[in-house]
């Protein structure tokens, strides 16, 4: 079963306190990258996996989407999107994203914010929403970028001159890697951006874009703390497709 940190009372209590918690998808600085992938949302049926506090399934429902079903391993998080939603065309799962089924040719567009890392069956998974989204439909989702995963210590260091860097050991071995976050032992997953890739492709999905993302000038701007992020990707966002034919 995936590891299911977030209800923990003290690991929820610490994950409240993020942007992306107090302010939703405008405190996620990829957002706007990840909104640009976006097909039109109007009548379609979305599955939202590793929801969260359902702040995408809001706005899906906001753009007019039909049917939204947010999927996540975390009562706490469930508890706090239902809290959070007056409307019921949003439907709020407990799931193990490892072992998740969905209707065949049931979903217009599958999406996952910061989620998949944390997955070991990602090749089933991917297969499930292959299966799932009707022909042209969309799987859009953002990852933890392997640069950031790789390392078995997260840090960045400098050299002799005081230049900020950021050390990628251990590239090639992909596999678990554990990083202790508020007051836990977080297991995620490493893979080499091309295993990410060919994944997707081996479920049968085209590959319709990839970003290694990091912030704009702008954005840097207004909130100086992100410069970091512009030395080394973080995440990765990916938009793929189910073939027509």
């Not at 407990?94 to 969905?102: C, I, K, S």
């Not at 979903?107 to 998974?125: E, F, M, N, Q, R």
């Not at 912030?215 to 840097?220: C, L, N, Y």
């Amino acid at each position: 079963m995936t590891q299911n940190v977030y209800d923990d009372p003290q690991f929820f209590a610490g994950y409240a306190t993020l942007d992306r918690s107090t302010q939703g998808l405008e405190g996620a600085p990829e957002w706007p990258s990840l909104r640009a992938l976006l097909p039109t949302l109007t009548g379609k049926c979305i599955a939202d996996l590793g929801c969260g506090y359902g702040w995408f399934c809001r706005y899906a429902r906001e753009a007019g989407a039909a049917s939204i079903t947010g999927f996540d391993v975390s009562q706490k998080m469930l508890e706090q999107a239902r809290a959070m939603t007056p409307d019921d065309v949003i439907a709020w799962q407990h799931a193990d994203l490892e072992t998740l089924t969905l209707p065949e040719n049931s979903l217009d567009l599958v999406w996952s914010s910061l989620t998949l890392h944390y997955l070991k069956a990602i090749p089933a998974l991917f297969s499930t929403i292959h299966q799932a989204l009707v022909p042209g439909g969309m799987l859009i989702f953002s990852a933890e970028h392997p640069i950031y995963t790789a390392p078995l210590a997260l840090g960045w260091g400098s050299d002799a001159e005081g230049r900020r860097s950021w050390p990628v050991n251990h590239y090639q071995q992909e596999g678990e890697r554990v990083n202790h976050w508020f007051n836990a032992d977080v297991r995620k997953q490493h893979r080499k951006l091309a295993t990410w890739i060919n994944l997707v492709l081996a479920s049968g999905l085209e590959l319709i874009h990839l970003d290694e993302w990091g912030p704009t000038a702008e954005q840097i701007v207004a909130a100086p703390q992100l410069a970091e992020e512009a030395d080394r990707p973080m995440f990765f966002l990916l938009a793929a497709r189910r073939p027509y034919n």
